[in-house]
């Protein structure tokens, strides 16, 4: 995984896909820079947050499980090890699982969901060589002990 936005920190970070050479940039949405808000008693993103290079997401191809077509963005990762990367580290990492997420809402009319977002897909990940790695997989019950 390609690291955009590193553990405890708040600014909303991507990678440019029209500039050249992909550099990560500060997200901007509405003229604005974006930042995630706190949630106490954390500060940030609660894990390392990127992107697989080299993967997207069509936006022209329509999703039978989430009845959305992609985001046209490349497939977003979460890595939840114990360790902080710096942004722009190229990370080893072991896939857990995946979340299908929908970005821009929906809307419930007469009992029937309408998706009228993007799918934007998160793998979740720990990078391979995290002490943790060998005890966690798809299925792993590792912290259901706490």
């Known amino acids: 995984m390609l690291v ?3 553990r405890w920190t708040n600014a909303k970070m991507e990678i440019c896909k029209e500039e050249y050479l992909n ?3 500060q997200d901007i ?3 604005q820079l974006r930042y995630v808000d ?3 008693p954390h500060k940030g993103y609660m894990w390392n947050y990127g992107a697989l290079p080299q993967t997207w997401e069509d936006p022209n191809h329509f999703d039978k499980d989430t009845n959305a077509k992609g985001d046209n963005d490349p497939i977003d990762v979460c890595e939840i090890g114990s360790l902080i990367f710096e942004r722009g580290s190229v990370v080893p ?3 857990l699982g995946i979340l299908a997420m ?4 929906v809307l419930f009319l007469s009992k029937i969901l309408f ?3 993007e799918t934007d ?3 979740i990940a720990i990078h391979a060589n995290d002490p943790l790695a060998k005890d966690l997989d798809g299925k792993s019950t590792y912290f259901l002990r706490f």
Not at 102 to 105: L, R
């Open 38 to 40: 706190n949630v106490f």
């Open 4 to 6: 955009e936005i590193p």
């Open 23 to 25: 550099p990560i940039k």
């Open 29 to 31: 949405k509405k003229g």
């Open 93 to 95: 990492v072991k896939i």
């Open 121 to 123: 897909w998160k793998l």
């Open 102 to 105: 929908i970005d821009e809402g």
């Open 115 to 117: 998706y009228l977002g």
